[in-house]
Structure formats: C-alpha cells, structure tokens
C-alpha cells in the first residue's frame, strides 16, 4: 500500500539547467496537487492537477514553470533554466478526487538545490 | 485571494503542559480544516481534521475547535511530549483548493 511516492528526493542543479520532479500519487488517487516550501517557511500552492488536465495553476510563476499529470505514469513538475531563488523543497499531494473533500496524502519531497 | 493566517509562529511549553494553536480563514466557502505535523526532513501527515457541520473533534491528547461564523479554528495538544515537537500547519478547504497556514514551530522542553 504504497504512499504517494516523490524522486529524486534530492536534486542539485547549476544556474540554467532544467529540473524535473516527479511525483506518483497514492494508488486509486487521480487529483494531484504541487506545493513549494522555502527553508523555515509554510506550503505555497503551486498547481493542481487531475489526469491529462490542469484544474488550478493560479500558484505557479508565469514563466519556467510547467506541470503535468499524464494519462499514464507520474505527475511532472519542470523548471526551465534555474535560478539560485527556485532552491526549496517541492511537495506533491494526492487526494482521490475533487468534490470529495478529505484528506491530502504528501510525499516526503524533492529538495533542489540550485549552485 | 484566500488566505489562513497561523498564530503563534513559534511556542515553547514544558513537558506535559498545553498547546494551543490558532488559525484563521477568509474564503467563507472553506467546508474542512486539516491539521498537519511536519517533521524535519519529511513531509507533512495529517494528524486530524474537522467539517463545518462539526464544531469540535477530539483524538485522545489531541482536539480541534471550529468557530465558523469567526471563521476561526484551533488546535489544542495537551500533556504534551517530547516527540510532539515539530511544526504544525493549519489549512482551509473548499475541496478544490487546500490553503495552509504559515506553520507552529513547536517545542517540547523535557
């Protein structure tokens, strides 16, 4: 009965290059959610996503930024050209589906470092 | 936009005594209010949670209150241990979209 699962877990990157999060959601869970923590700082929303569609993307930066949760295998979240500021821990959380309002399944988290 | 705000930001209680945390929510719509406790280096898990039909919910050391016409919801942890140290984080629910407060920073002193 696997949890939701995040990988990496830990990711270092260069100013420039691009990151990819991955993030498989409990089994049975079709709506995911992406949320960024910054050192010693709370949950900011980033998106919210149901299979093949973006339902909510109101918390994600405009530009280099990207998700998306296919029809088959994990939800994606890209960063294009990092920059030192995208440094934070990237959470996914999965939930059965919208309208059933319950609870919200975390993975342990991506942590990206950005040199 | 909706927003939770989490108060106090940090709380330091002796071993045994009570905790008490407060959130308040501005989207009227929010319809369930989890409590999650985040532990260093992991990610958060759900430690309870309450309905707006439901003004108080208690699991053994562990209750939560809501005040819906205040729009406001609290955590309360009493005989508190050691291992209760860590942060908590209050949210607000309308089923859609899950808003979390900024996060207790609790500790525990033995």
């Known amino acids: 009965n696997a949890g939701v699962m995040q990988n990496p877990r830990h990711l270092v990157r260069r100013r420039g290059q691009e990151a990819r999060l991955r993030c498989s959601p409990m089994?049975?869970?079709?709506?995911v959610y992406w949320y960024r923590q910054l050192p010693e700082e709370g949950l900011k929303f980033m998106v919210y996503?149901?299979?093949?569609?973006?339902?909510?993307e109101s918390g994600m930066p405009k530009e280099r930024f990207s998700a998306e949760f296919p029809k088959e295998g994990p939800s994606i979240l890209r960063i294009q050209q990092v920059v030192r500021g995208d440094s934070a821990a990237y959470f996914c959380?999965?939930?059965?589906?919208?309208?059933?309002?319950?609870?919200?399944?975390f993975g342990e988290g991506s942590r990206l470092t950005v040199l | 936009g909706e927003n939770v705000e989490q108060h106090p930001s940090t709380l330091s209680v002796q071993e045994g005594d009570s905790a008490v945390i407060k959130c308040t929510y501005s989207?009227?719509?929010?319809?369930?209010f989890p409590w999650y406790k985040q532990e260093l280096g992991k990610g958060p898990q759900l430690i309870i949670d309450?309905?707006?039909?439901?003004g108080e919910k208690k699991d053994q050391r562990i209750a939560v209150t809501l005040n819906k016409t205040a729009k406001h919801f609290s955590l309360h942890i009493t005989e508190t241990q050691p291992e209760d140290s860590a942060v908590y984080f209050c949210?607000?629910?309308?089923?859609?979209?899950?808003?979390f407060g900024t996060g207790t920073r609790l500790k525990v002193l033995a």
């Open positions: 959380a999965s939930s059965p589906g919208q309208g059933n309002t319950g609870e919200l399944f």
């Open positions: 089994k049975g869970h079709s709506h």
């Open positions: 996503l149901q299979k093949e569609n973006i339902i909510d």
């Open positions: 989207d009227s719509a929010s319809n369930y």
């Open positions: 309450i309905r707006s039909n439901v």
């Open positions: 949210a607000a629910s309308t089923g859609r979209k899950y808003i």
